[in-house]
């Protein structure tokens, strides 16, 4: 069983930043791609940015030069720098592990980021 567990969300003013962390078991964060989502009210659940097991990344165009994601097998962690923070990036958060071997999805619990104009 693959367990995912967020922290890291919370309230921040208009150009603030927060940083996101998804724990996971090394094996997962070492061998899947990883991903965080979010999902606002009324909304689809939609990629933030996601990081393969060869390091690359990929961004929504939303937040190209504003979020950074990054993983540490060895902390068995994943992250999501999120700088200059804007109201519309306001949603829950969740992260992913795509298993590469099954095609299946595990999902975190998410946490909310609220961001005040």
């Known amino acids: 069983q693959v367990q995912l567990v967020e922290s890291g969300g919370g309230l921040v003013q208009a150009g603030g930043s927060l940083r996101l962390s998804c724990s996971a078991s090394?094996?997962?964060?070492?061998?899947?791609?990883m991903g965080w989502y979010r999902q606002a009210p009324g909304q689809q659940r939609d990629l933030v940015a996601a990081i393969t097991r060869g390091d690359s990344t990929n961004y929504a165009d939303s937040v190209k030069g504003r979020f950074t994601i990054s993983r540490d097998s060895a902390k068995k962690t994943v992250w999501l720098q999120m700088n200059s923070l804007q109201p519309e990036d306001t949603a829950v958060y969740y992260c992913n592990a795509h298993i590469r071997w099954t095609g299946y999805d595990y999902w975190g619990q998410g946490t909310q980021v609220t961001v005040s104009s």
């Open positions: 090394a094996t997962i964060l070492s061998e899947h791609t």
